[in-house]
């Protein structure tokens, strides 16, 4: 059974919260053991920047990011959504990201699979930037990407409310369960 880890990078209960939920209950319901991290919901500091995971050592700030990386640690599959803020991922996403880094370190992460959506409203090169931006995270890792997902919404309910976006949530949870 695989432990697929779903972290939602939005501040807000919206589009992208919406996606990673219908995706998480499509993989609950093939069997799989979904898991959706909502990084609004957490206490994560900033990263200091004083290198001190670079020595393998553990991180001098106490908050929820060791709980946080211990999940990727044991994740076989990543999902990571975030919305688009001027062409690029949310400040709450990239805080996240800059903490992983202790992971990096020791070459962690390496051959994990994971998929990637972004959501905005300032068009499709503008949301592509965001995908793109977790794309280096995944590729900084070495985690293989099997699908990168733009989504062009506005309002928190336009993806709920779009028949399309709906058949474009399914085909997405149906290739993650190709690419585990």
Not at 30 to 42: D, F
Not at 91 to 98: C, V, Y
Not at 100 to 118: D, R, W
Request: proline share 4%; with cysteine; net charge positive.
């Amino acid at each position: 059974m695989s432990n697929i880890l779903l972290i939602s990078g939005s501040p807000r209960k919206g589009n992208t919260e919406y996606i990673l939920s219908a995706v998480k209950k499509i993989l609950k319901k093939a069997g799989y053991q979904p898991e959706l991290v909502l990084l609004r919901k957490e206490k994560i500091k900033e990263c200091l920047g004083c290198s001190v995971c670079q020595a393998g050592k553990p991180c001098p700030l106490k908050d929820e990011m060791g709980r946080l990386n211990q999940k990727l640690l044991t994740a076989d599959y990543l999902i990571i959504g975030s919305p688009t803020y001027f062409n690029m991922i949310s400040g709450l996403l990239k805080k996240w990201i800059d903490r992983t880094n202790p992971l990096y370190f020791k070459n962690q992460l390496e051959g994990k699979h994971g998929s990637i959506i972004a959501v905005g409203a300032a068009g499709r090169q503008s949301i592509g930037k965001a995908g793109e931006n977790i794309k280096h995270f995944f590729d900084i890792y070495k985690i293989i990407t099997d699908q990168i997902i733009l989504f062009e919404a506005e309002h928190p309910d336009d993806v709920k409310d779009n028949l399309e976006y709906q058949k474009k949530i399914r085909q997405f949870a149906d290739g993650v369960i190709r690419g585990i």
